[in-house]
């Protein structure tokens, strides 16, 4: 097996603007996939929304499940016995252009950018995927911004006990998350100042409540 190959995430600033703006938005990812299917091979469920008219009509009623605690209508799917989601079909997505906006989203850079997905996820395809990610610093402030997020990430797994109950999320891709909306914090707050600074942060966050009220992948 040859070494392993670095992959251009991009200029981290310019990452994070669209990273925030996607979580804001709940815009299309615009990730360099290549031929990476990583996501689609994970064992992971794929939330789908009651709205996504076009992708439920494309995914057989028989692969879709009802979202644990959620209301009527939000839906799960699945995957098979080897991890692959049912719609991968010849390391295809057989529904791309009805592809659930939960794929659409999804960009495993965050998991490089928040060091939240580590060595330790060496086994797991998207944390091999992960590991390959490198980012690019034109200037000390795409330095500081990187710094700012891993702070965020680290503060928020290492002081859960100081929050509401709750407000942490135990899902890795959330908590990576709740880190990209809380960055700021980390720019120019004092320690003393940080933790209802993110609260309040949350409280007025447009794309917070959508995102935290249902699964994701
Ligand atoms: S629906 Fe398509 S893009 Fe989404 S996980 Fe399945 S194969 Fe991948």
Known sequence: MG???DLDAGRFSSWLYSMSESI??????CVPCGECTACCRSSLFVHIRPEEINTLASIP???QFPAPGLPKGYLLL???SSGNCPMLMQNKCSIYENRPITCRTFDCRIFSATGIMDAADDKDLIGKKVQRWRFSYETKTDIDMHSAVQSAAKFLCEHQELFPAGFVPPNKLKLAVLAIIVYPVFLGFS???RIPQIINLIKTHK???VLFSQPYK
């Open 3 to 5: 070494p392993i190959q």
């Open 24 to 29: 804001i938005e709940n815009k299309e990812a």
């Open 61 to 63: 009623k028989e692969l």
């Open 78 to 80: 699945g995957y098979d």
């Open 191 to 193: 320690a003393s100042q």
């Open 207 to 209: 794309g917070w409540k």
